[in-house]
């Protein structure tokens, strides 16, 4: 790792701790969150030719301090006048912890954090380009760049974010116990809505788009570190550290998706695997089971099979029974009629697509010919499983499993 | 999700003639949703580039001879389906002819 690579880490470590700080002492976000952005560019440029100041928490707390002081005396708006007051009562002294202090109140604040810029008065998109600037703190230019647009799209849409959270008059801290599931629903959401956008991310130039993975690790990472008995949050992690472990073989040299069935296990990340493994059995020995704890169990079976022949897809099937059960949707019926086709037979499995033929939410989907036409592979039906190939490369949204989809047809020629 | 909304026009309709786009930019643009745009030129201006058998053939104006044509055309990235189509109706409240929703197509895939 360089020492500009162990810099950054050292400040995105540090960015929620210096906003909670912050926003414990003045509230609102836009504000505190603007100021930290600041001292984190003033300590990336000072920091490389000054050396590491002794604390550098304090260090960037006293800088964020002083550019909201600056920033609340600069403007008239009404609005920030009570912030004015208060950032006069509170001299910048009294905002900087004394050297070595380690404030216990860190991990609540990232968890606050997290709640807050995961607040339901925003859209997802907003609360992932939001989570990743104030508790991810990367920059508005990092966050636009990841999801492909320019940062005068990825401008608005965090500041936009900002002011639905003031105006939903959001605060900063733990919700009630009453709102706690929903709340951390949205928590673990966001998170693997940031996963799921860097795992799918192709190679070479989408590079900066994985990093997107190890992102959303680290912050469910110090989520799990806060709520360390929660079953959720360990069955998120290790759904992601079991997803994880196959991408080294998830895509061939030349670019093109291999499936499940035929990655090399070699190339599987066998210590994510055994950490993944490790958290889910845990946390389904201990907490009440959902659904991403059965998801990472089902991914752990797929993973700890030696060769895909030996997978056990009766134990898949029954945890995809479950899952259909405490949370149904469309994407769980389609996996579970896989696993169904893997022990019943493909014709079983067909019989329970077919229950989502009506389903408004899979109109032109591409994901439902493409399960069937791999079902009707499995039963030798290939006239009709390269029409539904055929169907699903057209559907699709995805140039790579566009070639993928195109592929399994021509393989089905003749 | 990123779309391609094109507004389509008769071809007698002058370019960026009576555009009102206001409320689509006001909506698509604080939100950021809105990643870029452009106002199309006459279509008789335009040309269109053939290349059949190693043989180019450059002919003068539109691509479509008969149609509504591409009056002018905003990338947005948003949500869902649904919601680019609600942005669409923004763009088409007011005008004779209609706005078409497609979307892109991207990089990102799963295998299966």
Request: proline share 6%; hydrophobic share 45%; aromatic share 4%.
């Amino acid at each position: 790792m360089s020492a500009s690579e162990r810099l950054g880490d050292l400040l995105r470590e540090l960015a929620p701790q210096v906003l909670g700080v912050l926003l414990r002492r003045h509230g609102g976000l836009e504000e505190c969150e603007d100021a930290v952005q600041e001292a984190l560019l003033a300590a990336a440029t000072q920091w490389p030719a000054e050396g590491l100041p002794d604390n550098p928490r304090s260090w960037l707390v006293t800088v964020a301090a002083r550019r909201l002081v600056d920033q609340v005396r600069s403007e008239q708006a009404r609005r920030r006048r009570e912030a004015t007051a208060a950032a006069r009562e509170a001299p910048d002294a009294g905002l900087a912890p004394a050297p070595g202090d380690e404030s216990p109140g860190d991990r609540d604040d990232t968890l606050a954090l997290l709640f807050l810029c995961c607040h339901p008065a925003l859209t997802p998109a907003s609360q992932v380009a939001l989570t990743l600037r104030a508790v991810g703190g990367l920059t508005t230019a990092e966050v636009a760049r990841a999801f492909l647009v320019p940062e005068a799209t990825m401008a608005p849409r965090i500041s936009r974010a900002k002011q639905r959270v003031r105006s939903a008059g959001a605060a900063f801290e733990l919700p009630a116990a009453e709102q706690w599931a929903g709340r951390l629903d949205a928590v673990l959401h966001v998170l693997y809505l940031i996963f799921n956008e860097g795992y799918t991310a192709g190679s070479g130039p989408d590079l900066h788009r994985a990093d997107l993975t190890a992102e959303a690790i680290r912050l469910t990472r110090l989520l799990h570190r806060s709520l360390p008995d929660d079953g959720e949050v360990a069955g998120l992690l290790a759904l992601m550290l079991l997803t994880d472990a196959r991408r080294p073989a998830r895509t061939g040299q030349d670019g093109a998706l291999v499936p499940l069935a035929e990655q090399d296990r070699g190339r599987w990340d066998a210590a994510l695997i055994e950490e993944g493994a490790a958290l889910v059995t845990a946390a389904m020995s201990a907490a009440p089971l959902g659904p991403y704890q059965l998801q990472a169990a089902i991914a752990a079976l797929h993973v700890q099979a030696p060769r895909a022949g030996d997978t056990d897809w009766e134990q898949i099937r029954i945890l995809y029974a479950i899952l259909s059960r405490i949370a149904p949707n469309p994407m769980v019926t389609l996996n579970h009629a896989v696993a169904v086709a893997m022990t019943r037979g493909p014709e079983a499995g067909l019989d329970l697509l077919r229950t989502l033929d009506g389903d408004p939410r899979m109109a032109r989907h591409h994901r439902l010919p493409a399960v069937r036409a791999h079902l009707q592979e499995l039963a030798g039906e290939h006239a009709a499983a390269r029409e539904n190939y055929r169907l699903a490369a057209r559907r699709t949204t995805s140039l790579p499993e566009r070639r993928h989809l195109l592929a399994r047809a021509d393989r089905l020629e003749g | 999700m990123k779309f391609l909304l094109s507004l389509y026009l008769e071809p007698s309709a002058l370019p960026g003639e009576g555009l009102d786009h206001e409320e689509f930019l006001a909506a698509a643009g604080p939100s950021g949703e809105l990643v870029g745009g452009h106002v199309l030129a006459d279509p008789s201006v335009g040309a269109v580039t053939r290349v059949r058998g190693g043989a180019v053939t450059v002919t003068e104006g539109p691509y479509l001879t008969s149609a509504d044509q591409v009056a002018c055309q905003y990338v947005v990235d948003c949500e869902s389906r649904e919601r680019a189509v609600e942005l669409a109706v923004l763009l088409a409240a007011g005008q004779a002819g209609g706005v078409e929703v497609r979307p892109l197509m991207n990089a990102s895939g799963m295998e299966m």
